[in-house]
Nanobody, 116 residues
Framework: QLQASGGGLVQAGGSLRLSCAAS????????MGWFRQAPGKEREFVAA????????SYADSVKGRFTISRDNAKKMVYLEMNSLKPEDTAVYYC???????????WGQGTLVTVSS
């Protein structure tokens, strides 16, 4: 089970940190990721991190601004979002799985709204 939190309203240029709490004994064996879905658009990949944290991948649109990380001891995944833009407005979903990018398991979304 995945539980995302940390969304909210922020001005352009601001920052937010999303968190995802995971439960289950297999968390440490799964890659974890973040996807987002803007109004009227399809869900898109944002970032992913391998089970050990050594490999990370980002969508071109967020490279240099977003950072994904995980704490396996706490079963947590984070998405640090800086220099936010209005086009980052979306519902953000935490995901996990053994595939890449991981999209087998999903949490509920958390809404991020960036005002101009």
């Amino acid at each position: 089970q995945l539980q995302a939190s940390g969304g909210g309203l922020v001005q352009a240029g601001g920052s937010l940190r999303l968190s995802c709490a995971a439960s289950g004994r297999t968390f440490n064996t799964y890659a974890m990721g973040w996807f987002r879905q803007a109004p009227g658009k399809e869900r898109e990949f944002v970032a992913a991190v391998s089970w050990g944290g050594a490999s990370k991948s980002y969508a071109d649109s967020v490279k240099g601004r977003f950072t994904i990380s995980r704490d396996n001891a706490k079963k947590m995944v984070y998405l640090e979002m800086n220099s936010l833009k209005p086009e980052d407005t979306a519902v953000y979903y935490c995901s996990g799985g053994s595939n890449w990018p991981p999209d087998r398991y999903w949490g509920q979304g958390t809404l991020v709204t960036v005002s101009s």
